[in-house]
């Protein structure tokens, strides 16, 4: 067994992800030598990473290429994923990425003007 | 309304509304135990700012680590694992305006007087503030009258000051602090009114219905706020009780009102701070508490203070409380909160059952800027009283050899407790200026000498209001901020003699 520190940890799951692919020799070194700590810290690094390389682009409908070739220009050097939501959605787009979301979604406007109305009232 | 105007209106509101698309930072909760949640995410949060969990409940960022945020939670909710938990951009805080006067509120400014509350004009003032730097400040020369006579002339308290009501458990703490809320109704001595604010801290609900209710039959509601996170609160309302009391009190003072906020008390703040900090998981110190309850105290009352004219003048008094375990002042929080105070009212629980009441204690009492803010006559009055009293105390020792004792002694020792019945006062009867000045005056004038002592409370009630329908003239003369000349002095003298006169 191999006892890594936090910080090697975190590169390591840096690297793989910024390599994409983690191959099979790698995957049965990191079962064969990390402690069962170790292994979920890196676990939870490298969805943390995946988490912050990745789009969600949740759309209701279907968007054009157009708008998919805008939103690759935004989001350079990002995998973005298209999911298609048309109940949470209503119309609109919805992207998380990192730990940040940006809500372009009818029904966020239609929650954000029922919360004005409830405060002026 | 005609129906164009409404539609009108609705259109104003509609557009007024701004659904523009925000980026919203947000964490995913980990775990959830004893009202504290540990959120990953959350990566531009700043430590005690309001969060808001995806069923609208609110928490407060108290510690920020490398991965993971700790958060308060501030409201009964079910919080559960993988919940969605974002940023607000907002300092805690509180929505502040003149509808809270007459209220009894919880941290939140939820109702707890079962009566509907909406502030639509009101100011959001944050918990966390730095208090008023020293060119805002003015020194303290108002007095805040507490209506007891004790106090009053020998610990007097000015407007502005920090004074700590320190004691052990039933030695009428509270009873001083709601004693000199009743006594602002009085707005005598020609001073702007006060506004009061009531914080109760961990106490039973019984207690703060009584207290309301006390407060009411004295019709004190009318200007007074009660704040209350009572002990089946969580512990995260009862820390950031004070710090909304005094959010409130901050606004009326911004507009120059004075303020008096009451923080009862401050020893069960300590524990409620010292629960969290130990569900934090931060470094416990002495007795358990984390490392900055000095600095938890120290920020909280440097923000009473007295503002410059050019600040508007307002000023925020306030009356920390402590609760002492077997009298012992040494403890960790009471030497904290007296190093911080400009002095402390110390109560005394043998004093109390000897019927000493409010027991105070002389020696230990104190005030350190409220001389200042004394009233001339009762300066010049109230002077010998705390050396007579002290004198009495150093000769009561030898008042069981009575009959060896010289005449000067005696006398002395029968003047201490003259002075020490005068200075008794029942709960709920604050006396105004020119009745403390007239007690005082009795007893240390010698006046009351003759009397038994079982009688001087009886007789000093029946001078003041004997004075008080025979010599308004003199009243008025020594409820003013003049010195009292000789004539004064032999006039006052001359009414008690009067009255003595009736007696026979």
């Known amino acids: 067994m191999v006892v890594m520190k936090k910080l090697q940890i975190k590169q390591f799951a840096q690297s793989i992800v910024a390599s994409g692919e983690i191959s099979n020799d ?23 990473e995946i988490k912050e390389v990745t789009v969600i682009a949740k759309y209701a409908g279907q968007p ?5 070739n805008k939103i690759q220009k935004i989001f350079q050097n990002k995998n973005i994923v298209y999911v298609r939501d048309d109940k949470e959605i209503g119309a609109g787009i919805k992207f998380e990425f990192g730990d940040y979301i940006l809500d372009y979604t009818v029904s966020a406007m239609i929650v954000k003007i029922m919360k004005g109305i409830k405060e002026s009232l | 309304m005609k129906p164009e105007e409404l539609i009108k209106q609705i259109e104003e509101t509609l557009y007024s509304v701004n659904i523009n698309p925000e980026l919203v930072n947000y964490g995913i909760v980990e775990t959830v135990g004893d009202g504290i949640i540990k959120a990953t995410g959350l990566s531009s949060v700043g430590y005690g700012e309001e969060v808001e ?17 700790y958060i308060v939670l501030l409201s009964e909710a079910e919080i559960t694992r993988g919940m969605k938990v974002s940023t607000t951009g907002k300092i805690l805080g509180i929505n502040v305006s003149d509808k809270l006067i007459g ?11 079962e009566k509907e509350l909406k502030i639509d004009d009101g100011k959001l003032y944050p918990f966390e503030k730095i ?13 805040i009258k507490t209506g007891i006579k004790a106090i009053d002339s020998m ?42 604010i009531y914080c109760a801290i961990g106490q039973k609900r019984s207690n703060i219905a009584s207290i309301i209710a006390k407060l009411k039959d004295a019709g004190a509601m009318d200007y007074t706020i009660v704040v209350s996170a009572t002990a089946s609160d969580s512990a ?55 490392g900055d309850i000095f600095y938890l105290h120290s920020r909280l009352l440097e923000r009473a ?7 508007g003048g307002g000023t925020l008094t306030a009356l920390p409380i402590i609760e002492t375990q077997g009298n012992d002042v040494s403890a960790y929080i009471p030497t904290n909160v007296i190093s911080i105070t400009d002095g402390q009212i110390y109560l005394e629980g043998d004093l109390f059952n000897a019927g000493v009441r409010p027991a105070l204690n002389v020696g230990l009492s104190v005030s350190r800027v409220g001389g200042a803010a004394q009233t001339k006559p009762m300066k010049q009055l109230a002077g010998p009283v705390r050396l007579e009293l002290s004198q009495f105390r150093e000769l009561q020792s030898f008042a069981q050899f009575g009959s060896d004792l010289d005449d000067e002694t005696l006398k002395k020792i029968n003047r201490g407790r003259v002075l020490t019945e005068i200075l008794k006062q029942p709960q709920y009867r604050p006396y105004d200026e020119a009745a403390e000045i007239i007690a005082i005056y009795s007893a240390t004038s010698g006046c009351l000498d003759d009397v038994a002592i079982e009688n001087v409370m009886d007789v000093e009630s029946k001078i003041i209001e004997f004075i008080k329908l025979n010599n308004k003239d003199l009243v008025v003369k020594i409820s003013g901020n003049k010195k009292l000349d000789d004539i004064t002095l032999s006039e006052l003298k001359n009414a008690i003699s009067e009255f003595r006169k009736t007696l026979i």
């Not at chain 2, 969990?53 to 945020?69: H, M, T, Y």
């Not at chain 2, 209220?103 to 007087?113: F, G, K």
């Open chain 2, 53 to 69: 969990f995806e069923n609208k409940a609110k928490g407060l960022v108290l510690n920020l680590d490398e991965d993971a945020v």
């Open chain 2, 131 to 143: 208090a008023a730097g020293i060119i805002e400040r003015s020194p303290v020369d108002r007095p």
């Open chain 2, 305 to 311: 203070v007295r503002l410059s004219d050019k600040n």
């Open chain 1, 64 to 68: 054009s290429d157009i708008v998919k």
């Open chain 2, 155 to 196: 610990i007097p308290i000015g407007r502005g000051q920090r004074e700590l009501i320190i004691g052990d458990r039933n030695t009428g703490k509270t009873a001083i602090a709601i004693d000199t809320i009743i006594n602002q109704k009085k707005l005598d001595l020609g001073l702007k009114r006060v506004i009061c």
């Open chain 2, 236 to 290: 995260s309302l009862q820390y950031i009780a004070p710090f909304a009391a005094c959010a409130i009190g901050e606004y009326f003072m911004e507009k120059g009102e004075d303020v008096l906020v009451v923080y009862d008390d401050l020893t069960k703040h300590a524990w409620a701070y010292r629960q969290l900090s130990l569900l934090l998981r931060k470094p416990a110190g002495r007795e358990a508490y984390p």
């Open chain 1, 26 to 48: 790698v995957a049965t070194w990191l079962l064969n030598n990390l402690t069962k700590a170790d292994m979920k810290l890196f676990v939870k690094y490298l969805a943390l």
């Open chain 2, 103 to 113: 209220r009894v509120i919880d941290p939140m400014c939820t109702p707890l007087d």
